[in-house]
């Protein structure tokens, strides 16, 4: 006879606050799974391990169009059935752009883009209205942008309370668009339910980088060309723009917390730099990754394969959200690496097209439940899947 609910509660509350073990946890059995989705219990995990979740990542989400069949890659072990699955009628057309506490943004679309909000813990997707944006028709063959999540779970919002659960935080989506001369953007807010007006367009011949966006506090920092950086600050509706440290290869993270980094590859070497209270560029660490990952300035150049002719030797391709993990893509393969620590685990061969990765990290994760029985000789056999692979 199965325990009442209560009973599983009190009992599951005391696993540790760890994802992994909580993955695990949820693969036991469709009972197991249910109870870690209901939000009783995470509210009685917190109470229990604390407010603030793991941030070790678990896996990443990529948009690599071909060598890889699923897009959702679980870090302890790559092979794993596990997987974290969209809804079916959102797989095709779209692709992942951001994530946040939790939370995964992926847009669709080119000029005029829509996105969308997904909550792999509870399995939401909240579709956000279309973007009511003036941008000049002339300008539609050239029209860039790129979007950044925040979570509000930090503030207060003038709702009188700290919104602790991450699960039903308030959020916004930052849109910057990049037009010939200028740029401009606009914000969503959840709990308006709207965009804001346009934010006042700033006049920069600087296109937009490909690389993904930074989040610190209630700004979004973007890569442009000519070695700058774009702050739409999402409380004030600016946009600014101020100088970066010179190099390729880069991406942007927030740092220490709450301070917006900088790591780039020069040859085999990662720079990681942190902006100070004086807005100025502070050279934190360098880490010659020749010395660190055996065998990789031995390894074959990338020039000398045609489907990693445009790749450097070491590349940043993602960042932990908070910072202390950097996603590094060599010929070796690719690896998550603890810059603090020196360690590093190889989580996938290296392929042609991922060049960016989206690592996911959360309190816990309910995750594809596969089912297996055990035949006779030992050989596990599949009964049942409950998702389809995403």
């Known amino acids: 006879m199965s325990l009442p609910d209560e009973l599983h509660l009190e009992i599951l509350k005391y696993l540790p606050a760890h994802p992994k073990v909580l993955i695990r946890a949820s693969a036991v059995c469709q009972e197991w799974r249910r109870i870690l989705r209901d939000p009783r219990f995470l509210r009685l995990h917190r109470?229990?391990?604390?407010?603030?979740p793991s941030a070790a990542a678990v896996g990443f989400f990529h948009n690599a169009a071909s060598g890889v069949q699923r897009r959702f890659l679980h870090i302890p072990r790559p092979?794993?059935?596990?997987?974290?699955?969209l809804p079916k009628k959102y797989i095709r057309g779209w692709k992942f752009v951001d994530r946040c506490h939790g939370?995964?943004?992926?847009?669709?679309?080119?000029?005029?883009?829509?996105?969308?909000?997904?909550?792999?813990?509870?399995?939401?997707?909240?579709?956000?209205?279309?973007?009511?944006?003036?941008?000049?028709?002339?300008?539609?063959?050239?029209?860039?942008?790129?979007?950044?999540?925040?979570?509000?779970?930090?503030?207060?919002?003038?709702?009188?309370?700290?919104?602790?659960?991450?699960?039903?935080?308030?959020?916004?989506?930052?849109?910057v668009f990049c037009v010939p001369g200028y740029k401009t953007a606009c914000v969503f807010s959840s709990l308006t339910g709207q965009w804001s007006d346009d934010v006042e367009p700033m006049v920069t011949a600087s296109g937009l980088r490909p690389e993904p966006c930074a989040v610190v506090g209630s700004t979004m920092y973007q890569l442009l060309h000519d070695d700058l950086v774009l702050a739409c600050d999402t409380d004030e509706q600016t946009l600014t723009t101020f100088q970066r440290p010179k190099g390729s290869h880069a991406r942007l993270l927030r740092a220490d917390g709450d301070v917006l980094g900088f790591a780039m590859v020069l040859g085999f070497t990662v720079h990681l730099w942190t902006r100070d209270a004086a807005a100025s560029w502070v050279l934190r660490?360098?880490?010659?990754?020749?010395?660190?990952?055996?065998?990789?300035?031995?390894?074959?150049?990338?020039?000398?394969?045609?489907?990693?002719?445009?790749?450097?030797?070491?590349?940043?391709?993602?960042?932990?959200?908070?910072?202390?993990?950097?996603?590094?893509?060599?010929?070796?393969?690719?690896?998550?690496?603890?810059?603090?620590?020196?360690?590093?685990?190889?989580?996938?061969?290296?392929?042609?097209?991922?060049?960016?990765?989206?690592?996911?990290?959360?309190?816990?994760?309910?995750?594809?439940?596969?089912?297996?029985?055990?035949?006779?000789?030992?050989?596990?056999?599949?009964?049942?899947?409950?998702?389809?692979?995403l």
């Not at 109470?47 to 603030?52: C, D, N, V, W, Y």
């Not at 092979?79 to 699955?85: A, E, I, M, Y």
């Open 103 to 175: 939370h995964v943004l992926l847009g669709s679309g080119g000029s005029r883009p829509r996105f969308l909000v997904w909550h792999p813990t509870t399995g939401d997707c909240q579709l956000i209205p279309d973007i009511d944006l003036f941008l000049p028709s002339k300008a539609s063959g050239n029209r860039r942008n790129n979007a950044g999540l925040l979570c509000l779970c930090d503030d207060d919002h003038g709702e009188g309370r700290r919104h602790m659960d991450c699960h039903t935080s308030p959020f916004r989506v930052a849109v």
């Open 79 to 85: 092979d794993d059935p596990s997987n974290l699955s």
């Open 47 to 52: 109470a229990l391990h604390g407010e603030q």
């Open 285 to 389: 660490n360098k880490i010659d990754m020749a010395e660190v990952l055996p065998g990789l300035s031995t390894a074959p150049l990338p020039r000398t394969e045609y489907r990693f002719s445009l790749m450097p030797p070491v590349k940043v391709i993602g960042v932990v959200e908070d910072g202390d993990g950097l996603f590094l893509w060599t010929m070796l393969g690719i690896f998550i690496f603890s810059p603090r620590s020196k360690e590093f685990k190889k989580v996938h061969k290296a392929a042609a097209d991922m060049e960016i990765v989206y690592p996911f990290s959360a309190s816990y994760l309910p995750l594809t439940w596969n089912h297996y029985h055990y035949l006779s000789d030992g050989r596990q056999q599949k009964r049942r899947r409950t998702t389809e692979q």
